[in-house]
């Protein structure tokens, strides 16, 4: 079976200052990732997923991600974040459009 | 294009009632269907998931039930609840062109 490791479960980070939001996975089997945000009370929202093809995967937001199978991680990346990415973080995977398994979560806290 | 909508928003329920939340899905046709649940400070964990019409798939023993008694419909019940039920409880679809697409969330108290 499938699971998803994500390490820092809070990361604080000035205003636009990068930010590096890490996410592992394990799976015998090729797998789909994802990363969605949450903003509070409300629902997730994909930010971009890699299903195939290009390992470097751009989504909303200004966030991108890469895929590496050797490292068996997909980290989520934002060059110059803004006080409105602060929201919680998580990272998915499934190998067949079924069951779809969710880290626990970052919280990213993004001051000015 | 395809929605998905989930209903109440928020609901605040006494222990020991019964509990019926309800997620329709439109834009597509058999999708596959899902309920996730999370508690406070918590991620997300998967609860039933079902692949078509009466298909329920259940992840965690416990105090719910979900049933799908048309394509596009997916119901999470419970005949009583506990305290231990109360959190964030989304709705999901899913198909291998978009990925996974989440309801905007019931907020559930039990009190």
């Known amino acids: 079976a499938q699971s998803v490791t994500q390490l820092d479960s809070q990361v604080p980070v000035f205003e636009e200052a990068p930010v590096e939001l890490r996410c592992n996975y394990s799976?015998?089997?090729?797998?789909?990732l994802f990363w969605y945000v949450q903003y509070p009370n409300q629902g997730l929202q994909l930010l971009l997923k890699y299903l195939s093809g290009s390992t470097l995967v751009k989504g909303i937001n200004g966030f991108e991600a890469e895929f590496n199978k050797s490292q068996t991680s997909f980290h989520l990346r934002k060059p110059s974040v803004h006080i409105s990415d602060t929201a919680e973080y998580f990272c998915a995977v499934t190998t067949g459009f079924q069951k779809l398994v969710f880290g626990t979560g970052t919280r990213l806290l993004v001051s000015p | 294009s395809q929605t998905i909508h989930q209903w109440p928003a928020t609901l605040v329920q006494p222990v020991g009632s019964p509990l019926s939340l309800e997620c329709t899905v439109e834009g597509t046709s058999n999708p596959n269907l899902y309920w996730y649940r999370q508690a406070a400070g918590r991620g997300l964990q998967l609860l039933f998931y079902?692949?078509?019409?009466?298909?329920i798939s259940s992840e965690v023993p416990q105090n719910l039930s979900a049933s799908r008694p048309q394509d596009r419909q997916f119901i999470l019940s419970s005949k009583k609840l506990l305290l231990s039920d109360s959190g964030f409880y989304l709705c999901a679809w899913s198909d291998s062109n978009y990925g996974y697409t989440f309801g905007s969330g019931t907020r559930l108290t039990v009190v």
């Open positions: 079902s692949v078509g019409i009466g298909q």
């Open positions: 799976s015998s089997v090729s797998v789909y």
